[in-house]
């Protein structure tokens, strides 16, 4: 069982099992939203995500085309999960509200193009992506 949380610690999840696929995304609405050069995070299957807490949710059209729903506190702020469409069925926990919590390495690294050049993703079976 991993636990996640928000800053203030209002919105939480719990993830049963291994994630499906932990990745990084350099896309530029991951850097927007993660305030950093790109964002991590671990996917689980949505029924080995619970949820507890009030959470706001944006919706956002991604460059791609794809649907996300981007699940956060309402008193700080922070991501908590988010459902992207051409991934259903999956929900990402980002690794910061996973904090403290010991995650597999990435195994993907995506929007590469838009990587920041002093950015490395490093390790055994890493599939670099565009």
């Not at 800053?7 to 350099?26: D, I, K, N, T």
């Not at 050069?37 to 507890?52: G, K, L």
């Amino acid at each position: 069982m991993r636990h996640a949380a928000c800053r203030c610690g209002a919105l939480r999840a719990e993830c049963s099992g291994e994630p499906v696929r932990v990745s990084v995304c350099h896309c530029h609405d991951c850097q927007r939203r993660t305030g950093s050069a790109f964002s991590a995070q671990a996917r689980f299957p949505a029924a080995a995500v619970i949820m507890e807490g009030e959470a706001r949710t944006y919706t956002h059209i991604a460059d791609s085309g794809n649907k996300g729903r981007f699940h956060f506190c309402p008193a700080c702020g922070s991501t908590i999960a988010y459902e992207i469409d051409a991934m259903p069925g999956l929900i990402a926990i980002p690794f910061g509200a996973l904090a403290g919590t010991d995650l597999p390495p990435p195994v993907y690294s995506i929007y590469e193009s838009r990587k920041a050049d002093w950015v490395s993703i490093v390790g055994d079976g890493v599939e670099h992506l565009d």
